[in-house]
């Protein structure tokens, strides 16, 4: 069974430039969450999606971040503009239902804002 | 809100055993999570508590304490490979429908096992 996949793994941008990063969750998971780590932090709750519908952002910095996952498959994240603050790993993950106990994580985007 | 503290660091060495602590503080609990994240690597599930007591999975044991909102991992016959970031994450049970079944990590713990 293919896992999450991501692109790219790497993007280094300078500040108030713009971003997308793409991940594809594993064929069948209805569920699939964005992260933001910050370097010796835990992952942290950007949105999450149930197919198309967004279930929560709360936490998504909205003036700047944007997300979408048009036909409940894959999704894009979009930072516009960025920040030096938003130096982080991009992790997506995906799991079969929100209240499903096992959430898979992609590799992850490293986002480096000069 | 949510809190979860945890140690920055540990260091064992191979063959040993390690208990790693989390404590949370939260509005609401659903679960508690353990995840191993290699450098560079994305995290991998480890274990999930919801009810007090002792899950055990191989070399992997987990114990949960909701009372005392208290978690450890314990990790058995170390090897070079369980160096790894070690992180504890709680789900939100007591939130409103959007943040139902939300995941709240703590900082991580970077564990080394030294030959």
């Known amino acids: 069974e293919a896992g999450v996949a991501q692109s790219p793994r790497y993007k280094i941008i300078e500040k108030r430039q713009s971003v997308a990063f793409w991940c594809n969750p594993i064929?069948?998971?209805?569920?699939l969450y964005w992260y933001q780590q910050i370097l010796g932090q835990g992952p942290k709750l950007l949105i999450q999606f149930q197919n198309n519908g967004v279930v929560d952002d709360s936490q998504l910095p909205k003036d700047r971040f944007s997300a979408e996952r048009l036909k409940g498959v894959d999704s894009t994240l979009k930072i516009q503009p960025a920040k030096l603050e938003d130096s982080a790993v991009y992790l997506c993950?995906?799991?079969?239902?929100?209240?499903?106990?096992?959430?898979?994580f992609g590799p992850g985007t490293r986002l480096t804002v000069t | 809100g949510q809190n979860i503290d945890q140690p920055t660091e540990m260091t064992a060495t191979e063959g040993a055993i390690v208990q790693i602590n989390c404590t949370y503080q939260?509005?609401?609990?659903?679960?508690l999570f353990w995840y191993q994240q290699h450098a560079g690597e994305a995290p991998t599930f480890l274990s999930y508590n919801v009810l007090d007591g002792l899950e055990e999975k191989g070399r992997f044991s987990s114990f949960l304490s909701r009372s005392k909102g208290y978690s450890y991992l314990l990790l058995k016959e170390l090897q070079m490979k369980d160096s790894a970031s070690y992180l504890c994450a709680v789900r939100d049970g007591n939130g409103r429908g959007s943040t139902l079944g939300r995941l709240y990590f703590g900082r991580g713990t970077q564990l080394t096992v030294w030959p």
């Open positions: 064929s069948g998971h209805a569920t």
């Open positions: 993950a995906s799991s079969t239902t929100f209240r499903w106990i096992e959430q898979y």
């Open positions: 939260t509005s609401g609990f659903n679960g």
